[in-house]
């Protein structure tokens, strides 16, 4: 088979609803920057795979339109908050399989204000059964609109399962912010203290608005190849996927709150990608995690083995998720600060990622940086580990 690498990323600013262009305007110039990027013509681009949540069938063809009628395969993609990396996934098999050798993968999304919200409510809702579940496992669970009310339940799991103290959530948030304030594709830069976390609004017990990512509006890109491709085209930036493992629900989710929102996913997606790569977490020196919630955030450094089971409060106070310590999490700001249009969100972090390993980060580079990994889940479920090592 052959091996696939990133040779090309972008991405437009992620912006607040009501404050971004149109969504095919997005996606167009973040392909055209990763084409520039790769050093590469769009008549290169062999296959498409275009991921959104909110739109309607072949928006990504709109997109790439605007670019070219080159009448290539264009797929789109929705697999909710997963739908970015799951895009990077069927792009990377497109090219270990050699059915192409040059592929694109992009996303994008526009969003409405407030919470997230089915559109389709003649029909049953893919979260119908884990929204029955929770009512199973916990069935004094406030109601809350659905992400925060399961991302909510999955924290207070966690924290009465291993003792920890509440606060941890609000210092991934402080830290998050801290991180973004060096990103200029992010929409929150401004830094935030514990005691502004925790006095913000409580969307669920223990879970404070400022522990929540905003409704966005953005787009990326990836452009991905082979090595032969490379070779030809003598591409100097190339970053190769050396792992990349896609898992969705077990049997598992009705066991606990935390597997509902994917933990159960999340472990068993890392553990295949490390034994693809055949190195484990201890190598990684750079991360970038769903944390559309912070509580998913801490959930996640167990499931990807950053630290012990029940270990992730010590890792957050000994500061091992940031720079000076054991991995850099987030250092993009992450969906909570840098934001999280859907559809956008996995192919933002493959950016950020190719940007740490190639030493392109700026402010926010990550020192010798040579191992990256990328976390996007999506409930519903399906989440996607990608590791990334520098060519």
């Known amino acids: 088979m052959a091996r696939a690498n990133i040779i090309g990323v972008g991405m437009v600013p992620f912006k607040k609803p009501g404050h971004q262009e149109p969504y095919e305007v997005m996606a167009a110039k973040a392909v055209q ?9 769009y008549r290169d681009i062999e296959q498409a795979y275009a991921s959104y949540v909110y739109g309607d069938s072949t928006c990504g063809q709109t997109a790439l339109y605007r670019i070219g009628l080159s009448g290539i395969p264009i797929i789109n993609v929705n697999n909710n908050c997963s739908s970015g990396a799951t895009a990077l996934f069927l792009a990377r098999q497109a090219v270990e399989s050699g059915a192409a050798e040059c592929v694109l993968a992009f996303g994008f999304e526009e969003m409405k204000p407030g919470a997230l919200g089915s559109v389709w409510n003649d029909r049953t809702s893919p979260f119908q ?8 496992l916990a069935p004094d669970t406030p109601e809350a609109p659905l992400a925060p009310r399961l991302f909510g339940a999955a924290g207070k799991s966690y924290l009465e399962t291993y003792g920890a103290n509440p606060d941890i959530f609000a210092h991934v948030a402080v830290k998050t912010r801290a991180h973004a304030a060096h990103n200029p594709f992010a929409i929150f830069r401004d830094p935030l203290t514990v005691e502004e976390v925790l006095a913000s609004p409580l969307l669920f017990p223990h879970l404070n608005r400022l522990c929540a990512c905003p409704p966005s509006c953005g787009a990326a890109a990836a452009v991905v190849c082979s090595d032969a491709f490379v070779r ?12 990349q493992a896609m898992t969705t629900d077990t049997g598992a989710m009705s066991e606990n709150a935390m597997n509902l929102v994917g933990y159960d996913m999340a472990r068993r997606a890392a553990h295949k990608a490390y034994e693809q790569a055949g190195f484990g ?18 959930i996640s450094y167990e499931a990807l083995g950053l630290c012990l089971e029940g270990g992730a409060e010590a890792f957050i106070r000994e500061r091992n998720n ?17 934001g999280h249009p859907l559809g956008a969100t996995g192919l933002a972090q493959c950016a950020e990622l190719v940007w740490q390993l190639r030493g392109q980060a700026g402010e926010r580079q990550v020192p010798d940086a040579n ?3 990328q976390h996007n889940l999506g409930l519903g479920g399906a989440c996607v580990i990608t590791i990334y090592q520098k060519s």
């Open 129 to 136: 059964s884990f929204l029955s579940q929770l009512d199973e």
């Open 322 to 338: 940031t720079y000076g310590g054991k991995y850099v999490v987030n250092p993009s700001g992450g969906l909570m600060s840098k």
């Open 33 to 41: 920057q990763a084409l520039a990027d790769a050093q590469i013509d």
């Open 371 to 373: 191992i990256a990994l």
């Open 281 to 298: 977490p201890d190598s990684v020196q750079v991360v970038e995690l769903h944390d559309c919630f912070t509580p998913n955030e801490v």
């Open 232 to 243: 030809k085209h003598g591409g100097s930036g190339a970053v190769q996927i050396v792992a």
